[in-house]
């Protein structure tokens, strides 16, 4: 927490810092506001926690009065511990608040094996390399991850960004946020008006409203999406979204996918295979759609089609030696197959 001070500005700092046995702890939940965290996991017997907080205000004495109600408390309970920054909340708190600078930062050494919850407001969470189940609340500050492998990140977050090296699985809400993520086997995501890049992911589920995403290397993608753009550079094995008012386009789908289906309202839609595919298309889509450019080569059919005043064609394109089905289920907007 940040206000503008003066020169003359005074700080006030106490320490907190207090080791628990691992012992029968199976969980670890630290719950902070107005600073960083910072996680180090290693092989040890012992969870260690330190926390600075210091206070800057006017004077000496507004600083010390305002230390006064703020401190970190920490409560064991079975196979749990609880720690968390506690803050006055009465009026006496609050109208010291003004024209002052509350830092608080925890560092934790935690050892392997023990799940980790962190809540954090309006400050950041950094860890580096993570083994197990980790779960974080993050409301205005950033999530910065190295290797996270063998077990899940769940994480819900607003106004911020995500910075993630490597993750084997990942569950997240996701609210005017940057996102990105260099490697992924699994993500199941629900981003409200965010960007985001995925440079490698193996399956990806995405439910998306607004924003626009810049996708690399994907091997299977599904879901949802409204008024949200996509530039997927590779799809490898399946492509199945619902969209509405919104854009897909995809550089490159590899001649042996499996199955490729989008189905949208008011959405541009463009899909390039890779040379020597071979796959049964499906088109559905109804006379208000705006645009729409195939290849010259490609010789669709005709279906008869209980629905009112939509036109189905279907036909075989490229290579036989392939299977691949293609569905493309559009209503006013744009097509473009290649």
């Not at 207090?18 to 506001?33: A, C, H, R, T």
Request: with cysteine; glycine share 10%.
């Amino acid at each position: 927490m940040v206000i503008s001070l003066n020169l003359q500005a005074v700080t006030s700092k106490k320490e907190y810092q207090k080791s628990f046995d691992k012992g029968d702890i199976k969980e670890v939940v630290i719950s902070n506001q107005y600073g960083q965290i910072e996680v180090e996991q290693k092989e040890a017997d012992q969870i260690t926690v330190s926390a600075s907080i210091a206070v800057t205000a006017k004077s000496g004495s507004k600083a010390d009065e305002l230390m006064e109600y703020i401190d970190v408390k920490d409560v064991v309970n079975g196979a749990f511990l609880n720690l968390e920054t506690t803050i006055g909340k009465d009026m006496t708190f609050k109208q010291l608040l003004s024209g002052v600078e509350i830092a608080i930062n925890y560092k934790v050494i935690i050892p392997k094996g023990i799940k980790l919850r962190l809540i954090n407001k309006e400050g950041n969470v950094f860890v580096d390399n993570f083994s197990g189940d980790l779960i974080v609340d993050i409301k205005s500050g950033n999530f910065q991850g190295g290797s996270l492998k063998e077990g899940e990140l769940q994480i819900n977050q607003s106004d911020g960004s995500l910075r993630i090296t490597d993750v084997d699985k990942l569950n997240g809400q996701f609210k005017g946020c940057d996102i990105k993520i260099d490697n992924a086997n699994e993500i199941k995501i629900s981003p409200d008006n965010c960007t985001g890049t995925l440079e490698s992911v193996t399956r990806l589920n995405i439910s998306s409203r607004g924003g626009e995403w810049k996708l690399g290397q994907i091997e299977s993608m599904n879901g949802n999406a409204g008024s949200t753009k996509f530039e997927i550079q590779d799809i490898g094995d399946e492509l199945k979204m619902d969209m509405k008012y919104g854009e897909i386009n995809v550089r490159n789908i590899h001649f042996n996918f499996s199955a490729v289906e989008v189905k949208g309202s008011y959405t541009k839609v463009g899909l390039t295979f890779m040379d020597g595919a071979g796959y049964n298309l499906e088109l559905r889509y109804n006379k208000a759609l705006k645009r729409m450019d195939l290849p010259r080569s490609l010789k669709l059919t005709e279906q008869p089609t209980s629905e009112k005043n939509v036109i189905v064609k279907t036909g075989f394109v490229g290579d036989k030696k392939y299977n691949g089905k293609v569905l493309v289920d559009i209503r006013s907007g744009n097509l473009y197959i290649q």
